[in-house]
């Protein structure tokens, strides 16, 4: 099992460029979610989906848009990087949104907006 | 809001030395908590998690960690670290509702010297 993969791993950006950040898992998994993590500031929620149609915001949503169109896939979309969008981003999932059940993480991507 | 707090922002230890990374949270009902793992370059892995019931949890890698409520804590604990256990470690906390609503502290990063 491959279980959650990211592309790219490393991306550098100019300041107004839109870019995709690519997210698959092949474990059938229902939830789906990205994060960014900023050094003193742990993991926030930018968006997150818990089926194939369906999306919603998480804490830091401005800037980014998501879609997920089928199971396996959920792109993160930068719109037009800013400087302030520098961070590594993770995409993870579960089988539901349930806590009981255990999510994974992808390796993650580290972008960088010049 | 649910909040979570890791006092320690970096902790050196020498291999075979036992480990307490502290955790503290602030939310008033019991909360679901939660340990993970970042090795360099890696995503997330679950350590362990809290859910109810024992209050002392074990978990994978020889890692344990105890909920005391009276404290509101859950300092995860090691009675021997490995040169293998240098990592970034993320104490995560959440209500009921799902993974939508997990907060994340700020991480500690542990290194081990020989």
């Known amino acids: 099992n491959a279980g959650v993969t990211q592309t790219p791993k490393f991306q550098v950006l100019k300041t107004g460029q839109s870019m995709t950040l690519q997210c698959a898992q092949d474990?059938?998994?229902?939830?789906m979610s990205w994060y960014r993590q900023d050094p003193g500031m742990g993991l926030r929620l930018i968006h997150y989906?818990?089926?194939?149609?369906?999306?919603d915001q998480g804490e830091v949503p401005n800037g980014y848009n998501v879609s997920r169109s089928t199971t396996e896939d959920f792109p993160l979309r930068l719109l037009s990087a800013a400087p302030s969008q520098t961070s590594v981003y993770f995409c993870?999932?579960?089988?539901?949104?349930?806590?009981?059940?255990?999510?994974?993480f992808g390796q993650g991507t580290r972008l960088t907006v010049v | 809001a649910q909040s979570v707090t890791q006092p320690d922002i970096h902790i050196t230890v020498s291999e075979g030395a036992s480990l307490e990374l502290r955790c503290n949270y602030s939310?008033?009902?019991?909360?679901?908590l939660f340990w993970y793992v970042q090795s360099p370059g890696q995503g997330l892995q679950l350590l362990l998690k809290?859910?109810?019931?024992?209050?002392l949890v074990q978990g994978i890698k020889g890692f344990e960690a105890e909920f005391k409520r009276s404290q509101s804590s859950f300092n995860l604990r090691k009675p021997s670290v490995h040169w293998s256990d240098a990592a970034e470690y993320f104490c995560?906390?959440?209500?009921?509702?799902?993974?939508?609503?997990?907060?994340f502290g700020t991480g500690t990063k542990l290194q081990v010297i020989p």
């Open positions: 993870a999932s579960s089988y539901s949104r349930q806590l009981n059940t255990e999510a994974f």
């Open positions: 474990m059938n998994h229902e939830y």
């Open positions: 989906s818990v089926g194939a149609g369906i999306t």
């Open positions: 939310y008033g009902a019991t909360p679901y």
């Open positions: 809290y859910f109810s019931g024992d209050t």
């Open positions: 995560a906390v959440a209500v009921s509702g799902g993974y939508q609503k997990v907060t």
